[in-house]
């Protein structure tokens, strides 16, 4: 069964960091492009960062490009967000979700990625 987990979220000061970590199992690992995304309240969600190891793709939103980085662990099956120096406008819930490179997919909404775990909540306080 394809299961993804992602956890790491709290509540944290404006300026500080966290670490989100994406574990999936059930599946090939390094098959897959797996992609973060965020939902804040009353809002669509939004597409934060992705990487492809097979094709060779990153990708950052406008909004975090410099502050957030997105790594991979192959061995371990995990994909890690880490998140420096947050801002109240990053508090959502954040998901990880999993895509099988058949079909197509968009980075910027999470369309078409064909699976999801239950999302984390960040919450940033100025």
């Known amino acids: 069964e394809v299961q993804l987990q992602a956890s790491g979220g709290g509540l944290v000061q404006a300026g500080g960091s966290l670490r989100l970590s994406c574990a999936a199992s059930?599946?090939?690992?390094?098959?897959?492009?797996i992609g973060w995304f965020r939902q804040a309240p009353g809002k669509e969600r939004e597409g934060v960062s992705f990487?492809?190891?097979?094709?060779?793709?990153?990708f950052y939103a406008d909004s975090v490009k410099g502050r957030f980085t997105i790594s991979s662990d192959n061995a371990k099956n995990t994909v890690y967000l880490q998140m420096n120096s947050l801002k109240p406008e990053d508090t959502a819930v954040y998901y990880c979700a999993a895509d099988d490179l058949v079909s197509d997919y968009n980075p910027l909404t999470g369309n078409g990625f064909d699976y999801w775990g239950q999302g984390t909540l960040v919450t940033v306080s100025s």
């Open positions: 990487i492809s190891s097979s094709e060779g793709r990153t």
């Open positions: 059930g599946f090939t690992f390094d098959d897959y492009a």
